[in-house]
């Protein structure tokens, strides 16, 4: 006997499809720096969908969940820290998976859970030595894939694009020095660290004195394979 395929959840999946299509457009705008006052508020500030080099990846996350909100200082190093990928990173595109909920301004939150001094993005990867322009096969897949300590995948068929990633990483802290911020901690693989010293960029890294958090647990660390986390304090 075949049973009928749920009308409620064709439709959920067709209002899925919609929004993606219709808000993907209708959240397209250049995006600009919010106050540009020298204190730091606890005010969160929602990040724009996309911009010309970056676009945020989960419609359901952004548009429904709210899962884009920052301190006014990180929203502007965000936003800064693409004007410099414009110019030094070519035709790479930056996928932001995540930030916080519309409540969590707080760059010193007394929890981690109303924070809003973070950002997790997709690592970015190459296939073929060119980079991976659409992450939707990827994101939805992504648990299936395993990179080895190099960041190649199994399979070989992508890699975790380390140049691109040592570099943005730099834009990332430029932007926010310039805001009155600097990076506390980055969290990757363990791993992807060696790989990331050894760019081209490595020693301005390693001259940043970016801090790469080292001890993580299994879970972390396979979570952190595909994804990479920035947490940002006031400069010292």
């Given at each position: 006997?075949i049973?009928?395929?749920?009308?409620?959840?064709?439709l959920?999946v067709?209002?899925?499809?919609?929004?993606?299509?219709?808000?993907?457009?209708l959240?397209?705008?250049?995006?600009v720096?919010v106050?540009?006052?020298?204190?730091?508020?606890?005010?969160?500030?929602?990040?724009?969908y996309?911009?010309?080099?970056?676009?945020?990846?989960?419609?359901?996350?952004?548009?429904?969940?709210?899962?884009?909100?920052?301190?006014?200082?990180?929203?502007?190093?965000?936003?800064?820290?693409?004007?410099?990928?414009e110019?030094?990173?070519?035709?790479?595109?930056?996928r932001?998976?995540k930030?916080?909920?519309?409540?969590?301004?707080?760059?010193?939150?007394h929890?981690?859970s109303?924070c809003?001094?973070?950002?997790?993005?997709?690592?970015?990867?190459?296939?073929?030595?060119?980079?991976?322009?659409?992450?939707?096969?990827t994101?939805?897949?992504?648990?299936?894939?395993?990179?080895?300590?190099?960041?190649?995948?199994?399979?070989?068929?992508?890699?975790?694009?380390?140049?691109t990633?040592?570099?943005y990483?730099?834009?990332?802290?430029?932007?926010?020095?310039?805001?009155?911020l600097?990076?506390?901690?980055?969290?990757?693989?363990?791993?992807?660290?060696?790989?990331?010293?050894?760019?081209?960029?490595?020693n301005?890294?390693?001259?940043?004195?970016?801090?790469?958090?080292?001890?993580?647990?299994?879970?972390?660390?396979?979570?952190?394979?595909?994804?990479?986390?920035?947490?940002?304090?006031?400069?010292?």
């Amino acid at each position: 006997m075949i049973y009928p395929f749920p009308k409620f959840l064709i439709l959920c999946v067709l209002f899925v499809i919609i929004k993606s299509i219709t808000f993907a457009q209708l959240s397209y705008r250049k995006p600009v720096y919010v106050t540009q006052k020298t204190s730091i508020s606890n005010i969160a500030y929602k990040l724009p969908y996309r911009g010309e080099n970056y676009k945020f990846y989960g419609t359901l996350k952004f548009h429904i969940f709210g899962k884009a909100f920052v301190n006014n200082k990180v929203y502007n190093s965000f936003i800064e820290a693409q004007h410099l990928s414009e110019q030094n990173l070519n035709s790479a595109i930056i996928r932001l998976f995540k930030a916080s909920g519309k409540k969590y301004g707080y760059l010193n939150p007394h929890k981690e859970s109303v924070c809003g001094n973070r950002l997790v993005f997709l690592c970015p990867m190459k296939k073929k030595e060119k980079p991976l322009m659409f992450y939707y096969r990827t994101g939805l897949f992504r648990y299936f894939y395993r990179f080895n300590s190099s960041g190649t995948s199994k399979n070989s068929r992508l890699s975790i694009d380390f140049e691109t990633l040592a570099r943005y990483l730099l834009n990332l802290e430029d932007a926010a020095n310039f805001f009155g911020l600097q990076i506390r901690s980055v969290t990757i693989k363990r791993s992807f660290i060696k790989a990331l010293l050894k760019t081209s960029s490595g020693n301005a890294i390693a001259s940043a004195n970016i801090r790469f958090i080292k001890y993580l647990s299994s879970k972390m660390n396979r979570k952190y394979e595909e994804l990479f986390l920035v947490e940002f304090e006031k400069l010292k």
